[in-house]
């Protein structure tokens, strides 16, 4: 297993009384499984990716387990955690705009945790990037790595997001929203890319979307988060058909076009 | 004139900020009691000079000790503090009245008073800090009255232009439009609905303009510009007794040096609990 | 390009005004200039008075007089001092520099503890650390920077004997040396403003996705901090730096009084005191010119910063 949260709950303590949000989540990935998260915004989705990586400060009171490539993150010390966010596993968050330093060339950027986390040579670093620009389908990547993100559409910065999360060969991906701020063709592009990259390198893949029809068309198992809690898991094969709770099916019935197509 | 920028305050923290609150408004009451009953209190006369007992020190008929004439410090600092506390009393009133009748004026008209009112601010920060007081005085020399009115002059824009904000969202209101069709006139609206509604929010600012006024004059007095020998204006009091300091004489100027920043300590901690209500209060 | 020359364009046109300002506050003084010119009562002959009105051209209008001193002062001619009798131009190549070495010196200090100390502030947000650095820098910028610095003559230079006790020091390390104190006072008054404005700015960059991008890259504390929070946070920064300094300058006339340094501040005291007309103006002036240059520059500047300023024209 590349993640195995159990009994994950979450709180924030904000002033005296302490806010709960998240209650007992269970999510596994193995390698090669693409799992879906799927909730309206504020059922939790995004906080249970930065609790199994350790984003957060005192603010939170995490328990229960996060084994992350076999570290539990709960009771590993700092390094430990910084350790497991260098090597196995990487964050694609929904705004690539806002996830790259808009002060810093793109190149620099990415080179960053190469040289200061890995410790790779400079010219090395960059030639990694080239190659994994190239890979995600970038033109010009020599120019890319010059520009500052302002220069690029939202496309094409997802697409350098990517290759950045790539560059340190990690077993695990966490993408959160990473396809929503994008156009319906870009999307399908970026997901067509995801799946090639969990095929090719064997990566699992945690997808967190508000979208349950994009993750029903692409995800192996589905877990429907509302209000910090789990409240249905959908299977291959199957899948919608089995749904049952009520907050599922109004999801589901949302967009009924999709759904139809979903279900086939 | 850069004005405070005030620290936003945690919850953690009222209970020592409320401690500092009490504090300081008890100190400033023991000032302001010193500055209504100094010369009643004051076991000597501020300028009565004693040549048999120059540089006293502390204690031996002299609480605090002599200065370079041997006049008793701390009558003088107690007769002092009138002046020192009414001046920026004085300056923010008139800088007041003018600022705000600018800055309400502005609002309600528009127009060229508007766009001459942004001029005159525009080339008014082009000096910094004291440099237009200290052309006024160049001008019309030295003395507390040209002090308190340059930094009247200096401070009317800024509290112009703070007014002129707040009465532009004030004059927004639906009520304005009800009173006009009362048919009562832009002066009646100004005065009895708008300047009444727009004093909370003057005050604070007032209380954070104090201290810094407070501070400006002192180092006019300092620099000889605001009060004039023999009062006992405490920059003024520093000024004189800074000619001790080397033959190792510290109390002289170092007293009221420390009264005039525990003065302005204690008002900007209140200024900012004062900020802190009026922006609970929306 | 084009907001460069607008930038510079609008500080000439104030530079104009401001000097037209000063030139005629003086020019309404009351009193005739020429009793300061003269001195000597006695030789206030009727002949003598026509002649110097002439050579100083005071007979001549309000704009015809600014004319004269304005185009004068572009060309680095800024009249003859009444008090010293020498050429104002020559006062101020003196002791202009003794000013901008203190303002530089305290400005070193002020950028390095006021940033150092929000940097602090921010890491360690809400926490007693940042509560005494606030508190404390607050309560310091509350001092009058006179009172401050006699407080610090009075503690390391008379009873500790560690720095002179006036005066600026004859070059050199022994410069430096002596202006230690002066320059400590400046500074100390500006830590609140500069620490205040890096916390803040820095705890904004904090919460920002790009921020948690770097944190989840296993980017050690330290690097995230220095590259991603801190290099986001420069603008108001260097903004705020650039303004405090430009204020030093006219901040000068206090603490060089204190200490006894003839720098253009004390000079200005002094020229006020003998109403010396010629080098009030000219003081007045190098300030708001040293203040408006400075402001005006970093305005310039901050886009070489910040790459993302060239599309949004930011004006101040």
């Given amino acids: 297993m590349l993640l195995e949260i159990e009994q994950l709950h979450l709180s924030f303590v904000a002033g005296d009384t302490p806010a709960h949000i998240l209650t007992g989540i269970d999510v596994d990935v193995a390698p090669g499984e693409l799992i879906g998260l799927v909730g309206e915004s504020g059922s939790g989705k995004s906080t249970t990716v930065r609790a199994a990586l350790r984003l957060y400060g005192d603010e939170a009171e995490i328990s229960g387990r996060i084994l992350l490539d076999g570290v539990d993150m709960v009771q590993a010390d700092a390094t430990e955690q910084r350790r497991v966010r260098a090597s196995s596993v990487a964050l694609v968050q929904q705004d690539p705009r806002a996830a790259l330093n808009p002060v810093r060339r793109i190149g620099d950027s990415l080179a960053e945790r190469l040289v200061k986390v890995h410790g790779m040579r400079r010219a090395e670093a960059d030639e990694r990037i080239l190659t994994l620009l190239t890979e995600v389908g970038l033109t010009h990547p020599e120019r890319r790595m010059r520009q500052y993100p302002h220069e690029l559409s939202g496309g094409m910065l997802q697409r350098v997001v990517i290759a950045g999360a790539l560059s340190t060969d990690p077993k695990l991906i966490l993408a959160d929203e990473a396809t929503s701020a994008l156009d319906v063709t870009t999307q399908a592009e970026i997901i067509a890319m995801f799946q090639r990259q969990i095929r090719e390198r064997g990566l699992g893949m945690l997808f967190i979307t508000h979208d349950l029809h994009l993750a029903g068309a692409i995800c192996d198992r589905i877990h429907v988060l509302q209000r910090g809690e789990i409240v249905e898991t959908l299977q291959r094969p199957g899948l919608f058909d089995a749904a049952s709770h009520p907050y599922t099916r109004t999801l589901i019935e949302s967009a009924p076009a999709l759904a139809r197509k979903g279900r086939s | ?282 | 390009m084009v907001r460069a020359l607008r930038r510079v364009g609008g500080m000439l046109l104030t530079l104009v005004i401001a000097s037209f300002i000063i030139f005629a506050a003086m020019y309404a003084a009351p009193g005739d200039p020429v009793t300061f010119l003269i001195g000597n009562p006695e030789n206030l002959t009727p002949e003598r008075i026509a002649s110097v009105r002439a050579q100083y051209h005071l007979d001549e209008p309000l704009l015809a007089q600014y004319w004269h001193w304005a185009s004068g002062v572009v060309t680095g001619d800024f009249g003859r001092s009444f008090q010293y009798h020498q050429p104002v131009g020559d006062i101020l190549a003196a002791r202009v520099p003794i000013t901008l070495s203190l303002v530089a010196y305290a400005s070193i200090l002020f950028a390095i503890g006021g940033i150092g100390l929000g940097v602090l502030a921010a890491v360690r947000r809400g926490k007693p650390t940042d509560t005494a650095i606030v508190g404390g820098t607050t309560l310091a910028a509350s001092i009058p920077s006179f009172v401050l610095g006699i407080a610090l003559v009075a503690l390391f230079a008379v009873q500790l004997r560690w720095f002179p006790v006036a005066g600026a020091g004859s070059g050199g390390a022994e410069r430096v040396w002596a202006l230690t104190l002066p320059a400590l006072t400046l500074a100390i008054g500006a830590l609140a403003i500069v620490s205040r404005v890096t916390r803040q700015s820095m705890i904004e960059q904090f919460s920002s996705e790009h921020v948690e991008a770097a944190r989840a890259t296993g980017l050690a504390e330290r690097f995230v901090v220095r590259d991603h929070v801190l290099r986001g946070s420069w603008g108001p920064i260097i903004t705020m730096v650039a303004l405090v300094i430009a204020s030093m300058i006219a901040g000068t006339v206090a603490v060089e009084t204190v200490f006894g340094i003839s720098g253009v501040g004390s000079l200005l005291v002094d020229a006020i005191n003998t109403h010396d007309f010629p080098v009030v103006q000219s003081v007045l002036l190098f300030m708001v010119i040293a203040y408006m240059v400075v402001t005006t520059v970093v305005d310039l500047l901050l886009p070489v910063l910040d790459p993302r300023i060239n599309r949004t024209a930011v004006s101040a």
């Fill in chain 2, 1 to 282: 004139m850069t004005a405070l920028i005030l620290p936003r305050l945690q919850s953690k923290r009222r209970r020592s900020t409320a401690l500092g609150t009490w504090v300081s408004a008890a100190f400033l009451a023991l000032v302001t009691g010193a500055a209504l009953l100094g010369p009643v209190l004051a076991p000597y006369d501020a300028d009565e000079i004693d040549f048999a007992a120059i540089w006293a020190g502390p204690g031996g008929g002299h609480l605090l000790g002599t200065d370079q004439l041997g006049r008793d410090l701390f009558s003088r600092l107690l007769i002092g503090a009138g002046e020192t506390l009414i001046g920026p009393v004085l300056l923010l009133v008139l800088a007041t009245v003018l600022g705000v009748t600018i800055g309400v004026v502005a609002a309600w008209r528009g127009g060229w008073v508007d766009t001459l009112l942004a001029r005159i601010t525009d080339v008014m920060f082009a000096f910094p800090g004291l440099l237009f007081v200290v052309l006024v005085i160049a001008v019309f020399g030295k003395g507390p009255v040209t002090a308190i009115v340059a930094l009247a002059l200096a401070y009317a824009p800024v509290i112009a232009k703070y007014t002129r904000s707040l009465a532009l969202s004030e004059i927004a209101r639906p009520y304005v439009d009800a009173y006009r069709v009362q048919g009562i006139g832009g002066l009646g609206i100004c005065l009895r609905a708008i300047v009444p509604n727009l004093l909370p929010a003057l005050v604070g600012y007032l209380v954070v303009l104090f201290g810094e006024a407070l501070m400006s004059l002192a180092t006019l007095s300092f620099l000889g510009f605001g009060a004039q020998p023999p009062s006992s204006e405490w920059g003024l009091m520093v000024q004189e007794g800074q000619a001790g300091i080397i033959q190792g004489h510290f109390l002289p100027t170092l007293i009221p040096g420390a009264a005039i920043a525990l003065v302005v300590i204690a008002v900007n901690i209140i200024g900012v609990r004062v900020a802190d209500r009026l922006l609970a209060k929306g």
